[in-house]
């Protein structure tokens, strides 16, 4: 083999794409097979999909290593039948695949290797709505064998396919479950208020809830001495899905302690899946593995690709061409797409990088945002609506003027708002999961966001919700006399803005500040008192006048002292 140059057809390791054609021409995939091939020792066989679903085993291309893992409609058994056919070298183990389709089997093999995992039981049922013995629910907790899960908890599908998995509240906070499940359009989550009883359909996996300060951890192996970990907001939090300006989901990346490198090394082992992708839950100091997916690639990381493609050509040619020189060339074969970002350094950082390539980077600071906490942040939703009942709406209280913009704040506004939108948006999702129509599910998801917002509270007070209606197109119509034209929005922009509520933190503080300008205020009474008897009216008393004023405040000090001595004596 030349030092620069590629090797013959013959020399050359050949690497089977055992992948549906919808896995295989996704961006992470294409560019690290792109990078596989430009080092020139391998020679790259996609199967495509009416090979892998049409034609016996007995005609698929012979190949040195293969790169198989199931995702929708593909058939893993018949790829086990292939391989053991042909023996190649398997990046992925096909056999334990059939784990990761049962979140109680995930569960118990990562006990099994000691990996740590959330505190949970199992309810396993034969048949839909099977009575159990075992299962005790009562308002505020379920108990399983015995093993008490007090609300909040979690509540899992054990068919690993099945991504809606729900959150259950105390009535303490105000009761309701919250529905997570794969994004749509802006949306990873819905709160549900009346719903309060759990799920019996079938079998499910309960846990307590573990908060983790609004993120979730995922980690990305490549062999188990290379692991990439990046956080996202937490689906948990509002269910509003961060997007950059290019669309993408907003991650970043975070280091992996020692202890995460070590589990992310065992569940790479245990499962035998050297391209692996799990979840990390962080709560209290410590790390759990509460999912494990298979096959998964980082997305819009160079860096990632880069060493992702270094490490898999190490792993194919100790495995089928040990001969060849597995070195890292000093000058990568390919020419990278990566924009010079000042964020590559952390990239690298974020890896948690167990085995490293290239030259060492260092994190040279850490930029933090912190906003105060006594209010809730003010948030806008923003969307056109072309529908009747709101077009309607807008005409009622601008005065029936098509092209001056409406504000609704009063409690009948908005409960008129709340009305039309609850007729517009279905009850239910149909559990399409693809991409098509998406607009109209993203149209959808921010009505359902209205909606959740307006019945925020059960009731309307307070001013920290408000609606705008701005018209943007018209057409013409007759007029009701039939005498003329007169124009009819046809499309308007929804603008709703909503937070700025007052939080524990902040509603300490305004006490705490009530008690701090008393004396004050007592001092102004004080001199009030002396000027009032030059301004007195006839027939009044104006000690009378202050004693009431001044007994007023003291009366007011009392009430705020017993307040803040029973909500924060311990504070």
């Known amino acids: 083999m030349a030092a620069e140059g590629g090797t013959g057809a013959a020399d050359r390791v050949a690497i089977g794409v055992c992948v549906m054609e919808k896995k295989v021409y996704c961006s992470p995939m294409e560019q690290i097979l792109e990078r596989l091939r430009a080092f020139g020792e391998f020679e790259i066989i996609i199967f495509g999909d009416k090979v892998i679903l049409e034609d016996p085993i007995e005609i698929w291309p012979k190949c040195d290593c293969l790169i198989a893992f199931c995702s929708s409609g593909f058939p893993l058994q018949k790829a086990q039948a292939y391989a053991a056919l042909r023996r190649p070298f398997l990046v992925n183990e096909l056999e334990p695949q059939y784990l990761l389709h049962d979140r109680r089997k995930v569960y118990e093999h990562l006990e099994k290797y000691g990996i740590p995992v959330p505190n949970y039981a199992l309810v396993n049922r034969e048949y839909p709505y099977q009575e159990l013995d075992h299962f005790i629910e009562q308002e505020d907790f379920v108990e399983i064998h015995g093993k008490r899960f007090l609300k909040p908890f979690v509540e899992k599908p054990a068919n690993g396919d099945d991504h809606r998995i729900m959150i259950y509240y105390p009535n303490s906070a105000g009761g309701g479950m919250k529905e997570l499940f794969r994004k749509v359009g802006n949306r990873s989550s819905e709160f549900h208020p009346d719903v309060r009883r759990v799920r019996r359909e079938g079998s499910y996996i309960y846990e307590e809830f573990m908060p983790t300060g609004g993120t979730d951890v995922k980690v990305y192996t490549v062999g188990p001495g290379y692991a990439h970990a990046e956080a996202r907001k937490s689906p ?55 999912d494990v997916n298979g096959w998964s690639f980082v997305k819009n990381s160079y860096k990632y690709y880069d060493d992702a493609a270094c490490i898999m050509r190490k792993i194919f040619l100790d495995a089928k061409a040990p001969h060849l020189s597995s070195t890292i060339p000093p000058t990568l074969p390919w020419k990278s797409k990566a924009p010079d970002q000042s964020t590559e350094g952390l990239t690298r950082q974020g890896s948690g990088i167990i085995g490293t390539f290239g030259q060492s980077e260092e994190l040279r600071c850490v930029v933090v945002v912190i906003r105060h906490g006594d209010r809730t942040p003010k948030q806008k939703v923003k969307l056109k609506v ?18 001056a913009e409406t504000k609704l704040k009063s409690a009948v506004q908005l409960q008129d708002l709340l009305d039309a939108t609850r007729q517009l948006v279905p009850p239910t999702r149909s559990g399409q999961e693809s991409d098509s129509d998406a607009e109209d599910l993203e149209h959808i998801e921010k009505l359902r966001q209205v909606k959740a917002v307006l019945e925020e509270g059960g009731h309307f007070s307070g001013i920290y919700r408000k609606v705008q209606l701005k018209p943007l197109k018209w057409i013409k119509v007759t007029e009701h006399n039939g005498e003329g034209e007169e124009d009819r929005p046809i499309e308007a922009l929804m603008i709703l ?54 007994s007023s405040l003291q009366s007011a000090e009392n009430h705020n002292q017993r307040y803040l001595d029973t909500h924060y004596v311990n504070t």
């Open 236 to 290: 948990v939090v509002d269910g509003v899905v961060m997007r950059n300006p290019d669309g993408k989901e907003v991650r970043y990346p975070v280091l992996l302690t020692p202890m995460e490198k070590q589990m992310a090394r065992d569940v790479c082992n245990a499962f035998r899946q050297m391209v692996c992708g799990f979840d990390l839950l962080r709560c209290d100091g410590r790390s759990y593995v509460c």
């Open 386 to 403: 072309t529908e009747e009942k709101l077009l309607n709406l807008m005409l009622k209280y601008n005065g029936g003027k098509p092209r």
């Open 497 to 550: 803005k909503y937070g700025g509520v007052l939080t524990h933190a902040g509603r300490k503080q305004m006490f705490r500040g009530i008690l701090h300008w008393q004396p004050f205020c007592l001092f102004l009474c004080s001199v009030t008192s002396r000027r009032a008897k030059s301004f007195v009216k006839p027939g009044h008393n104006a000690s009378q006048v202050t004693d009431h004023r001044v």
